[in-house]
Antibody
Framework: QVQLVESGGGLVKPGGSLRLSCAAS????????MSWIRQAPGKGLEWVSD????????YYADSVKGRFTISRDNAKNSLYLQMNSLRAEDTAVYYC????????WGQGTLVTVSS | EIVLTQSPGTLSLSPGERVTLSCRAS???????LAWHQQRPGQAPRLLIY???LRATGISDRFSGSGSGTDFTLTISRLEPEDFAVYYC?????????FGGGTKVEIK
């Protein structure tokens, strides 16, 4: 069955960095467009970034452009989100999801930005 | 970007009732690329409907979607206890992907 498992979240100080990973299984990862979506505590869903099946195209939300970098390694069935210059407003659960209609979601990983 | 507006924000209903949720887009959603996701407390969202009216695999036929252009609805024919959750519409026809603010369906 399809599984998406995020990891790499945690507590980080403002201005710090984190790298999130999403391990995919149960489908041919290299065939699918992938997305990162986040949800701040008690808030709705916000699209963060997405990446085409071969690594392009790549898109970012304005709120993270220039600070976050999405990438993927199809040989390792993995999706990544490098997050730099983190701010308090980046505090959220980060989900990876498969394809543009978000057919499958991971369970999420919590990122807390606080001093 | 396409702004999605969901209404109402919260609905208080009883099990067995029928419910209709609304999602309105600021511009036409390309090819009816509109999805609905359900999020239960403490859980990740899950896809219910895509292409405005197509049920995802394993989703009960109590859930149905309709609409085109800028106006879309999600209908739950008879509320079961597990249906009390937050529902989000999402468009994927035009980049960037965007979500509505959600409708919470709570037990009355």
């Amino acid at each position: 069955q399809v599984q998406l498992v995020e990891s790499g979240g945690g507590l980080v100080k403002p201005g710090g960095s984190l790298r999130l990973s999403c391990a995919a299984s149960g489908f041919t990862f290299s065939d699918y467009y992938m997305s990162w979506i986040r949800q701040a505590p008690g808030k709705g869903l916000e699209w963060v970034s997405d990446i085409g099946s071969s690594g392009s195209p790549i898109y970012y939300a304005d709120s993270v452009k220039g600070r976050f970098t999405i990438s993927r390694d199809n040989a390792k069935n993995s999706l990544y989100l490098q997050m730099n210059s983190l701010r308090a407003e980046d505090t959220a659960v980060y989900y990876c999801a498969r394809d543009a209609r978000l057919r499958y979601w991971g369970q999420g990983t919590l990122v807390t930005v606080s001093s | 970007e396409i702004v999605l507006t969901q209404s109402p924000g919260t609905l208080s209903l009883s099990p067995g009732e029928r419910v209709t949720l609304s999602c309105r887009a600021s511009q036409s959603v390309s090819d009816s690329y509109l999805a609905w996701h359900q999020q239960r407390p403490g859980q990740a969202p899950r896809l219910l409907i895509y292409g405005a009216s197509l049920r995802a695999t394993g989703i009960s036929d109590r859930f149905s979607g309709s609409g085109s252009g800028t106006d879309f609805t999600l209908t739950i024919s008879r509320l079961e206890p597990e249906d009390f959750a937050v529902y989000y519409c999402q468009q994927y026809g035009t980049s960037p992907l965007t979500f509505g603010g959600g409708t919470k369906v709570e037990i009355k």
